[in-house]
């Protein structure tokens, strides 16, 4: 499963124990959820795709035709009639329409996409960003600088730079008013 948010959601989670009959007491971190659902001591055991690479998982591209043409605008009222429509979808998508499905991406602009969104979330201020999402977004970064700088424009980088800069700064000001002695102002 990839990493999206929803696939470790209290109510996931809760609906997994419910299937594998195995008692769910919510848990706050979605860290937890994720070791919860990974845990091998129920009947689902959920794998999640490393982060970064559910766009390499091309069933994906099936489940969204599958989505739109078969379930987004019918009304099931079992299971087995949810599973007769999937089923008659299946048939008629292999007599009819199955193809192989093309890589065409070459990944021009890739590098340059994620130093750009890099850059956006150094601009986001908020406590939803944790140090191991971090440690893996400055993991990415590290790569990219090391192994493909030539195909990001350096302007870009500028960007981050500047980010990281006003980070360092408020930083230094936070931990020098944290170490004043009191009484100074």
């Known amino acids: 499963m990839d990493n999206l948010s929803t696939h470790y959601h209290n109510d996931f989670c809760r609906t997994v124990g419910e299937l594998s009959n195995v008692p769910y007491m919510p848990l706050k971190t ?57 089923m008659a979808f299946i048939e008629t998508w292999n007599e009819f329409y199955a193809h192989p499905f093309d890589w065409s991406y070459t990944g021009a602009g890739l590098h340059e996409k994620a130093v750009r969104r890099f850059s956006r979330l150094l601009s986001i201020e908020t406590d939803q960003m944790d140090a191991k999402f971090l440690t893996g977004q400055l993991l990415l970064m590290s790569n ?17 730079s500047r980010y990281e800069d006003r980070e360092i700064r408020l930083y230094q000001m936070s931990s020098i008013q944290m170490h004043r002695p009191r009484g100074e102002g």
Do not use: T, Y
């Not at 990219?144 to 981050?160: D, T, Y």
């Open 30 to 86: 979605g860290i937890e959820r994720r070791q919860w659902l990974q845990s091998p001591d129920k009947r689902i055991v959920v794998l999640f795709v490393p982060f970064h690479a559910s766009w390499l998982n091309m069933v994906e591209i099936w489940f969204g035709i599958l989505k739109r043409k078969c379930l987004k605008h019918d009304q099931f009222f079992s299971v087995e009639q949810l599973r007769e429509a999937i």
């Open 144 to 160: 990219l600088a090391e192994k493909h700088l030539k195909l990001v424009p350096r302007n870009r980088f500028h960007s981050v």
